[in-house]
């Protein structure tokens, strides 16, 4: 069951190097986010889309950014990497509910470990 | 952005005790989650809430919907080894798609 993969799953940059991290979800799911985890701070929101072609900003946004060209994969682009940047990096979706229902909850996948030198 | 501060930050707790944490929030929330968090491992989703004064279970766990919708609490009954990990709140406010987690509790059982 692959449900919500991430890869890669550890990497290592030098200070002003780019990367994409890649989110692909097998569940048909609207909603895509992207998070970061850090020591003490719990998830913090950087982007996220409620849809192919769309994206928004989260919670911490600086220094990223994402494309959703497909519904089934939304990418985390780091441009020039700063060590603040270290941290492991999650992907969650999931499913719109409708109006009338709450909202459903997320799926997440195992992580990516990123470390900047 | 919001502010879900969750208690206590860690447990240590002998097997077979019961655990008991919380989640407060200055917000008004619609939905609340909990999640459980092992190493090298993306959260899980243990628990939905979406009621206020909701009691939801799912085997030894317990979780509930505060009546004022800024607060969640999950009870862990007769602790076992393998619920060591972290525990998530996460919350959804009336409006918009985004979900604010809380900084976990660290949960330690000792045989």
């Known amino acids: 069951n692959a449900g919500v993969t991430q890869t890669p799953k550890f990497r290592v940059l030098k200070t002003g190097q780019s990367m994409t991290l890649l989110c692909a979800q097998d569940m048909n799911h609207e909603y895509m986010y992207w998070y970061r985890q850090d020591p003490g701070m719990g998830l913090r929101l950087i982007h996220y889309?409620?849809?192919?072609?769309?994206?928004a900003k989260g919670e911490v946004p600086d220094g990223y950014n994402v494309s959703r060209l497909k519904k089934q994969n939304f990418l985390l682009g780091l441009e020039s990497a700063a060590p603040s940047q270290t941290s492991v990096y999650f992907c969650a979706s999931r499913a719109q509910g409708a109006l009338s229902v709450s909202n459903q909850p997320q799926h997440f996948g195992d992580g990516t470990r990123l470390s900047i030198l | 952005g919001q502010q879900l501060n969750q208690s206590p930050q860690s447990m240590f707790i002998q097997e077979g005790e019961d655990v008991s944490m919380n989640c407060t929030s200055s917000s008004i929330f619609n939905t609340w989650l909990w999640y459980k968090q092992e190493p090298g491992e993306g959260p899980v989703l243990l628990i939905a809430?979406?009621?206020?004064?909701e009691l939801t279970s799912n085997g030894r766990l317990t979780a509930q919907f505060g009546i004022t919708r800024k607060d969640s609490f999950l009870n862990i009954s007769a602790s076992i080894p393998s619920d060591v990990g972290i525990y998530f709140c996460a919350g959804q406010l009336r409006a918009g798609n985004q979900f604010y987690f809380g900084t976990g509790t660290s949960l330690t059982v000792i045989p």
């Open positions: 889309s409620v849809g192919e072609g769309t994206t």
């Open positions: 809430l979406y009621k206020a004064g």
